[in-house]
C-alpha cells in the first residue's frame, strides 16, 4: 500500500469514526468530508484536497458509499463537476475559501450561464456585456439553455468586459449570485415535457469585483477550465460505473425479460452496443488513471462525443425492442426536473430515447467535439476562422 493511499484510508476512517453517514446531515457530513481533504483529493490541502492523484477519489467514494454515505445529489452536479475545478484552478485565495467548500456541501448549487440566443458553438461571440463600475461591475444580456438555473444560487457567468478586443481576448469569467435583483430565471420546456433547463435574463446585475474568476479579459481561458471538465463528466470519464451499467443494462433487460422472440440480427445489434459500451468505460478508466493531477485536457472530447453515439444508438434499440410498447405509457406534462440523468432507471427507455437527443448538443454539440479532436489532439489544420483577429464590436451578426 502506498503512502498516499493509507493517507486516504486514515482520513476515511477518521470521518467515519467521527460521523455516521447514515445518520448525519448531509451538509455536516460532506463539510467534514471536505475540511478532511477528501472532497476533491486532487485540489491542494486547505481546500477539500490533499494534492493527490484525482485516481484516490474512487477509493474514497467507493469507501464512503459502502458505510452508507448517499451520493451527491442534483444540488452539487455543477459545484462538484465544474465550478469547483473551475474556482481552485483560476479563483483567488479569498474565492477559493468562500465558494469550494458551500459548493462541495451542496449549500450553494451551481448552473452554467454560457449559452446565449446567438452563441452556442461559437461560445466566444456571446454579447453579455459587464461594464465595470469601481469595484462593482453591471451585467445585462441573455443566456439560454441554462440547466437548473431555477435551483441556483450561483452562476458561472461569461461575459463580454471589451468588445473592442478580439472575441476570444475581451470576455470575464464571475460567479454570479442568482439572488441578486435584476436576475430572472424562465423555464424552457423540452421534447420530454420537462423543464430542465431555463432562459436567464440579466437586467443592470451589479456583481463585486471580488466575484470575478480569473484576471479582467482572461473569461476564455477560465471557460475552457469549465468546458473540459463538462465534456469529461458528461462523457462518464469522471467516475468508473460499474460493467453493463447505465442504458446497455436497460437493452439487455428488455431482451431478457420483455422479449419473447430472440432475433439473432437483433441480438448481434445488442451485443455490439455492449460491446462499444464497455471500450468507451474502460477508456474513460484508463485516461482518468493517466491523469496524474490537475484538469482534464482535450481529449475528454472523445469520452463526450463517443458517449453521445453510443447512448443515442441503445435508446434507439431499447425502442425498436420495445417495438409498438414504446408507443405507449408517456406523458407530455410539464414537470420541473429533480435529478439529473442521461441514463435513466429500469422502464424509462421511452422518455431517455427523447431526452437522448440532447446529448450530441449539450455539453458542445457533436460537431465541435470533432473539431477539437482534429486541431488539438490530432494536430490537424485549424477551420478558416475569419473572426479572430477582429476587434468583437466588428465581427458582423
Ligand atoms: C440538454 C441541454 C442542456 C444544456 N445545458 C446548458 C447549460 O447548463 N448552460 C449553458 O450555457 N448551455 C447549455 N446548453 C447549451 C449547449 O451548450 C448548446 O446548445 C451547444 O453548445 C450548441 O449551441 P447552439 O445550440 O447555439 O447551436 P449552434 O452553435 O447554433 O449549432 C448549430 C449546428 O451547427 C453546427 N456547428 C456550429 N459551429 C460549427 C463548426 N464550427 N463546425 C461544424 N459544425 C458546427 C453544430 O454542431 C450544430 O449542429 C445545453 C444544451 C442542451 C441541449
Given at each position: 500500500m502506498t503512502d498516499a493511499t493509507s493517507l486516504v484510508d486514515e482520513r476515511v476512517q477518521a470521518l467515519l469514526a467521527d460521523l455516521d453517514p447514515r445518520s448525519t446531515d448531509q451538509v455536516e457530513f460532506r463539510g467534514c468530508q471536505y475540511d478532511l481533504g477528501l472532497a476533491w483529493v486532487h485540489f491542494p490541502e486547505g481546500y477539500g484536497g490533499l494534492g493527490l492523484p484525482p485516481v484516490h477519489q474512487r477509493r474514497i467514494d467507493t469507501a464512503l458509499y459502502q458505510a452508507g454515505a448517499r451520493g451527491p445529489g442534483v444540488r452539487h452536479f455543477f459545484g462538484l463537476t465544474m465550478a469547483g475545478p473551475t474556482i481552485v484552478t483560476n479563483g483567488d485565495d479569498d474565492l477559493r475559501r468562500r465558494l469550494l467548500r458551500r459548493a462541495f456541501t451542496g449549500e450553494d448549487a451551481w448552473c452554467q450561464l454560457f449559452s446565449e440566443p446567438g452563441a452556442g458553438s461559437d461560445l466566444a461571440g456571446l454579447s453579455t456585456r459587464a461594464v465595470r463600475d469601481g469595484d462593482e461591475w453591471l451585467v445585462s444580456g441573455q443566456k439560454v439553455w441554462n440547466t437548473f438555473a431555477h435551483m441556483a444560487d450561483r452562476g458561472m457567468l461569461v461575459a463580454r468586459t471589451d468588445p473592442e478586443a478580439p472575441k476570444h481576448k475581451g470576455l470575464t469569467y464571475f460567479a454570479l449570485d442568482m439572488h441578486a435583483p435584476g436576475v430572472e430565471v424562465r423555464p424552457l420546456r423540452q421534447i420530454t415535457g420537462e423543464a430542465e433547463f431555463n432562459e436567464v435574463y440579466i437586467t443592470e446585475v451589479r456583481v463585486p469585483?471580488?466575484?470575478?474568476?480569473?484576471?479582467?479579459?482572461d473569461g476564455w481561458r477560465v471557460a475552457m477550465t469549465t468546458l473540459m471538465n463538462e465534456r469529461t463528466t458528461i462523457g462518464g470519464g469522471g467516475g468508473a460505473p460499474p460493467r453493463g451499467s447505465g442504458s446497455i443494462a436497460e437493452a439487455v433487460r428488455i431482451w431478457q425479460e420483455e422479449m419473447t422472440d430472440h432475433d439473432p440480427a437483433v441480438r448481434d445489434r445488442l451485443m455490439r452496443l455492449w460491446i462499444e459500451a464497455e471500450a468507451l468505460r474502460l477508456t474513460n478508466i484508463r485516461a482518468g488513471q493517466n491523469r496524474r493531477a490537475g484538469n482534464p485536457g482535450p481529449e475528454g472530447s472523445i469520452a463526450k462525443l463517443k458517449f453521445a453515439e453510443i447512448n443515442m444508438a441503445i435508446y434507439e434499440l431499447c425502442v425498436d425492442l420495445l417495438g409498438a410498447d414504446a408507443l405507449v405509457g408517456f406523458d407530455y406534462e410539464l414537470r420541473r426536473t429533480e435529478g439529473l440523468g442521461l441514463t435513466g432507471p429500469p422502464g424509462s427507455s421511452r422518455k431517455m430515447f427523447l431526452r437522448a437527443r440532447a446529448n450530441s448538443i449539450e455539453g458542445g454539440t457533436s460537431e465541435i467535439q470533432r473539431n477539437i479532436l482534429g486541431e488539438r489532439v490530432l494536430g490537424l489544420p485549424g477551420e478558416p476562422r475569419i473572426d479572430k483577429d477582429l476587434p468583437w464590436s466588428q465581427v458582423p451578426r
Open positions: 469585483d471580488g466575484d470575478r474568476i480569473g484576471d479582467v479579459g
